[in-house]
């Protein structure tokens, strides 16, 4: 694989050029127990060394734990690993999986996992261990994809001039979205998960054939990857403003942006003047304004739409916000037309 590109790699996971449409994919869990029900791959018990060390200040990385002794950490950004040729060892948690080439295996944030080590003795001493990955996960706001080699005992990682990023804010929310099926295990989910993994491959090509992609270590402006550019506030706020039909906490905004919960309240306030739930609520209720200004969609399917507990509650909010109930904006807003 050292001679091929990385886009020729890319090129080659398309979902068109690939036998069934797309490769198999097996979604991590944070123990052993979990994924024994998960997959046909084998799994192998791991022993733990050490405990779990948080991680409470700001990482560019996105950490919120380490496993010291363990070669793991657990960040806030899902990853996802194809595996090219040979076979994958590969450690989450408290166990370890065998993938082969043909397959992909997906990350949650959240779930331990392999740190990148260079030496692989502490999985288990194979000298005759051989694999190729191609891995995905978002850094500083762009999708980064690199090259991991196994030969051995020993794990390379592609060079900085190697390494690729991708400026496509879709294909960070397609990863972040599979995570959230992953976490949730709503019905259907492992349906829904392969196809969100489909819609990732069809949106790389699109984004590699608009150029999109640069290799931050042959540009002379490293703004691409500097932690200096990066804004977690203004991306929480984006991030609420598209997804006010959900549940939206503080934890889950803090985990996304990678923050610790602590950090995320005190800039959030700093930086907008606002809590997080009044932040939320302000948008919410300028969205309803809206839908009732422009259409006629009931007050309960409005409510329902961007989040709200129960008509009930968009009523009491927006009496005291607006000092009229929805119903009574509507009608205001249409008596001036």
């Known amino acids: 694989m050292a001679n091929r590109s990385i886009f020729a790699i890319l090129n080659e996971l398309s979902p068109a050029v690939l036998p069934g449409g797309t490769l198999p994919l097996v ?9 024994k029900r998960e997959t046909h791959f084998p799994v192998f018990p791991r022993k733990l060394n050490g405990p779990r060390k948080a991680v409470r200040s700001f990482t560019f ?16 950004a899902p990853m996802l690993m194809f595996v090219l040729a040979g076979v994958a060892d590969y450690c989450c948690g408290d166990y370890m999986i065998q993938i082969p080439a043909g397959n992909a295996i997906f990350i949650p944030a959240g779930v331990p996992r392999r740190t990148g080590a260079a030496s692989l003795e502490d999985i288990e001493d194979n000298p ?5 990955n191609i891995l995905f996960s978002e850094h500083c706001g762009s999708m980064q994809i690199w090259l991991n080699y196994d030969r051995g005992n020993h794990h390379y990682r592609s060079s900085n001039n190697e390494i690729l990023m991708v400026h496509d804010t879709p294909l960070i929310r397609i990863l972040e979205g599979m995570g959230e099926e992953a976490a949730a295990e709503r019905e259907h989910y492992e349906k829904i998960i392969p196809k969100l993994l489909d819609i990732f491959l069809w949106t790389l090509q699109r984004a590699l054939q608009e150029k999109k992609a640069v290799q931050p270590g042959r540009l002379t402006n490293k703004e691409i990857s500097s932690a200096d550019n990066y804004e977690p506030i203004p991306r929480a706020q984006q991030y609420i403003r598209e997804h006010l039909d959900e549940q939206l906490t503080q934890d889950k905004i803090a985990r996304l942006v990678r923050l610790s919960r602590t950090q995320f309240i005190r800039r959030f306030r700093e930086e907008t003047g606002q809590t997080f739930n009044k932040f939320v609520t302000a948008c919410r209720l300028e969205q309803a304004k809206v839908l009732l200004q422009e259409t006629d969609f009931t007050i309960h399917f409005i409510g ?3 989040g709200f507990k129960s008509p009930a509650y968009l009523n009491t909010l927006f009496q005291k916000n607006m000092g ?14």
């Not at 005759?128 to 190729?132: G, H, K, M, S, V």
């Open 27 to 35: 979604v991590a869990k944070p123990r052993l127990q979990q994924m």
């Open 61 to 76: 990385g996105g950490l919120s734990a380490k496993w010291p002794n363990d070669e793991l950490i657990e960040a806030h």
């Open 128 to 132: 005759q261990r051989f694999c190729d």
């Open 304 to 306: 329902k739409s961007l």
């Open 324 to 337: 009229m109930l929805p119903t009574e904006f509507r009608a205001s807003k249409r008596d001036q037309k």
